[in-house]
């Protein structure tokens, strides 16, 4: 696209700042720099469920990349995962930030592939007091290029800059968020990892669940927890053992039944109904894995 277009554009992000329209305004200026097919705005703080700025997915799409996302998945996401690190600030393609086997690890398996998506990558800004969004911008048929990746990162100190002025209340958002309780239910989910198989599983071997879904292998467990690769597999075939299950799969499973079961109490009755609502379901074994992802 042409550069008058291109300073055109920049303009009109530029006088909606402060408005609903901004979000929009600032896709369009990176889609005239490289064209891509879907944009998701999310903000992240600590385990508090993400918050959806801006999307422009049609409605179907919207369920899965949105809807489910929020319901408990976005704990397994390679982006969630660096913004809560957190990274440095700037353009990374999820491939950079996925663990060594997300790509062929169950969470991808069951839910990302659903996505339908040939890559992702996003903007990671800072905005303050441990908030940060994360601007997703997504391809359905090929990955971006080296030479357009490129040109996207010399536009990150505009994206930078007009992000964090217009989301600056982003961390006063979540305080309102958690201060009426509201995410109450993001907390639980988050907690679910550490309550995983209790009264089965040890914590070590929550551990080695956590790091399983999240798609690492053995040898990347082991670096992380410090222990044997050995170690690692007897731990998984001691927790399929005590779960009564035979693979990945089956646990993806189990631990997305865990984010809809409520705790004991009124609490716990109050996250069903939260959580509940729009959690995703592992798709059916076998799908096939498109190259450009499973290249990554």
């Not at 879907?38 to 700025?53: E, K, M, S």
């Not at 990671?124 to 048929?141: D, K, Q, T, W």
């Not at 089965?200 to 040898?219: C, F, I, M, N």
């Amino acid at each position: 696209m042409g550069i008058e277009l291109h300073f055109e554009q920049i303009g009109r992000m530029i006088a909606a700042e402060g408005s609903p329209d901004f979000p929009r305004r600032l896709a369009d200026v990176l889609r005239t720099i490289a064209p891509y097919d879907f944009t998701v705005i999310f903000g992240y703080r600590g385990a508090a469920r993400p918050i959806d700025l801006f999307d422009d997915f049609p409605h179907q799409k919207r369920a899965v990349f949105v809807k489910d996302y929020q319901a408990g998945p976005y704990l397994l996401d390679p982006f969630y995962l660096a913004a809560t690190r957190p990274v440095a600030p700037g353009l990374y393609r999820m491939r950079d930030l996925a663990p060594d086997r997300f790509y062929q690890g169950e969470y991808f398996r069951s839910y990302y592939i659903q996505t339908g998506l040939a890559e992702e990558i996003g903007f990671f800004i800072e905005i303050g007091r441990g908030a940060m969004v994360v601007l997703s911008l997504m391809r359905a048929e090929k990955a971006f290029t080296a030479k357009e990746f490129a040109a996207l990162r010399l536009a990150r100190p505009i994206v930078e800059a007009a992000a964090a002025r217009h989301w600056s209340d982003l961390a006063e958002r979540f305080d309102a968020k958690e201060g009426a309780g509201a995410d109450s239910a993001g907390r639980q989910i988050e907690r679910s990892f550490q309550h995983f198989g209790e009264g089965q599983l040890t914590p070590r071997e929550r551990e080695v669940v956590e790091y399983t879904l999240k798609g690492y292998s053995a040898e990347a467990i082991r670096q992380v927890l410090g222990i044997s690769t050995g170690t690692v597999r007897i731990h998984r075939r001691n927790i399929y053992a005590k779960l009564g299950i035979g693979s990945q799969g089956e646990l993806f499973a189990r631990f997305i039944e865990t984010l809809v079961q409520p705790p004991p109490g009124p609490a716990g009755a109050a996250r069903n109904a939260s959580a509940a609502e729009g959690v995703v379901r592992p798709a059916a074994a076998g799908r096939h894995v498109p190259s450009a992802r499973a290249d990554g």
